[in-house]
């Protein structure tokens, strides 16, 4: 007798699944997981082709995640990716009123009167196709305005008054070339007139807001970084232009103007880094610009002429990578979260360039998302730490850096998941 080896067998079978018709086989792709529909993706060109289909990821994506829409991306197969890679990540914003955390494809609103954060009863629902990456004010009006980076490759400006949030205008990062217009918001700032953001394809987009005309008009497109934007800092901001700094995957720092007839260069790279920028703090009033990297320290640099960094301390600051820095004014100190866990203070000798640990340090039970601190007058603080199991706390930091009291704690939880 004949023996028939597996090999042979599974051949068989992937050759008479072949001879069904077109429309059979994508639909026998629709009963599969998404794990085994990448497995069969592999099998042979055909069926790379197939499992491509936008209804199966279309349906794959409603399954997983009902609210999902899918306005600005042409294929439901990246939506989904895009969705499961950046699904969980919490941009924080803390202002004089309230507490903004995104997560998802929704913004938590916490009021802020002082003592201690109300719950939050306001859940804004935000149109991206993916979630939200980037968290950013725009403007001092009374009628607040946010700007929103998304997953989906897609900035979105939106008006907040009596916490009803309308979309007011979209800005489209890659709206030259579709394809890069799959790629994330990974990091976003606003100075001014100027809003400038990083993608994970390594192109950084600027734009100048023209508060008067109520416009966003393109500057400059740039893609010097050789790989994902992932932190971005403002800088000095005077009579010679404005000064904003960029890291990436690639280990680099980049050193950027623009001039006031809005012409933007790179005045500096700085190569040969040990590990990834995942973060940056400029305290506004300091010479020292603070960067968080993926291999567990702070690096200090000095800020120099027209913005140029020279690094003069670099400490082993935590067990993991860091999340996040915070930068304090007064008094001048240094706040860092990790992938630990651990919420550390660090303060400057004042004689020498030296950074101590001024606080013994917040345990957590799990990674830090965000830190942020609101100034009461005339010098009073508090501090909200936003955690990666979905957890917000407060402190009241009073003196800061030396005593940090526990106020309140508080969660948040994505409609779609409760």
């Known amino acids: 007798m004949t023996q028939i080896t597996p090999s042979e067998v599974n051949a068989s079978a992937a050759l008479n699944v072949c001879t069904l018709p077109a429309e059979v086989q994508v639909d026998i792709f629709h009963h599969l997981n998404p794990m085994e529909i990448c497995i069969a993706a592999r099998v042979c060109r055909?069926?790379?082709?197939?499992?491509?289909d936008n209804v199966i990821w279309k349906m794959k994506t409603a399954e997983k995640?009902?609210?999902?829409?899918?306005e600005h991306l042409p294929s439901w197969k990246r939506i989904y990716q895009l969705n499961r890679l950046y699904r969980k990540s919490t941009p924080v914003l803390l202002d004089s009123s309230f507490l903004h955390i995104g997560y998802n494809n929704s913004i938590f609103l916490w009021y802020n009167d002082v003592l201690h954060l109300s719950p939050p009863n306001t859940v804004l629902p935000i149109d991206h196709s993916a979630p939200i990456t980037t968290l950013q004010p725009l403007g001092h009006d009374e009628n607040k305005r946010l700007i929103t980076g998304s997953a989906d490759g897609t900035i979105r400006i939106w008006e907040i008054e009596h916490r009803i949030l309308t979309g007011i205008q979209q800005i489209k990062l890659f709206c030259r070339n579709i394809l890069l217009n799959e790629d994330a918001i990974t990091a976003l700032i606003?100075?001014?007139?100027?809003i400038i953001a990083g993608s994970a394809d390594s192109t950084l987009g600027i734009w100048e807001n023209d508060a008067k005309k109520d416009e966003v008009n393109k500057c400059a497109y740039l893609r010097e970084h050789e790989g994902a934007i992932t932190a971005l800092q403002s800088g000095q901001d005077d009579s010679n232009g404005y000064i904003f700094y960029s890291g990436s995957e690639d280990k680099t720092i980049r050193v950027w103007r623009i001039s006031p007839d809005k012409k933007v260069t790179c005045t500096q790279v700085i190569k040969g880094l040990s590990g990834?920028?995942?973060?940056?703090?400029?305290?506004?009033?300091?010479?020292?610009?603070?960067?968080?990297t993926s291999d567990n320290k702070i690096l200090v640099w000095n800020i120099k002429t027209l913005g140029k960094l020279a690094l003069v301390a670099s400490i082993n600051a935590h067990d993991q990578p860091l999340t996040c820095l915070c930068a304090v004014r007064f008094p001048?100190?240094?706040?860092?979260?990790?992938?630990?866990?651990m919420v550390k203070i660090w303060k400057k000798n004042p004689t020498k360039n030296e950074w101590t640990q001024a606080h013994w340090g917040l345990p957590f039970a799990s990674g830090i998302s965000q830190i942020a601190i609101f100034d009461i007058p005339p010098n009073i603080k508090k501090m909200t730490v936003v955690c990666k199991n979905h957890e917000v706390f407060l402190y009241d930091c009073d003196p800061m850096p030396t005593i940090i009291r526990y106020i309140q704690k508080l969660a948040f939880k994505d409609p779609e998941e409760a």
């Open 46 to 52: 055909l069926w790379q082709t197939m499992t491509d």
């Open 190 to 194: 606003v100075k001014r007139k100027w």
């Open 332 to 341: 001048s100190c240094i706040i860092s979260g990790s992938e630990d866990g």
């Open 276 to 292: 990834i920028i995942t973060c940056f703090a400029w305290p506004t009033t300091d010479s020292f610009l603070y960067a968080g």
């Open 65 to 70: 995640w009902p609210k999902c829409t899918g």
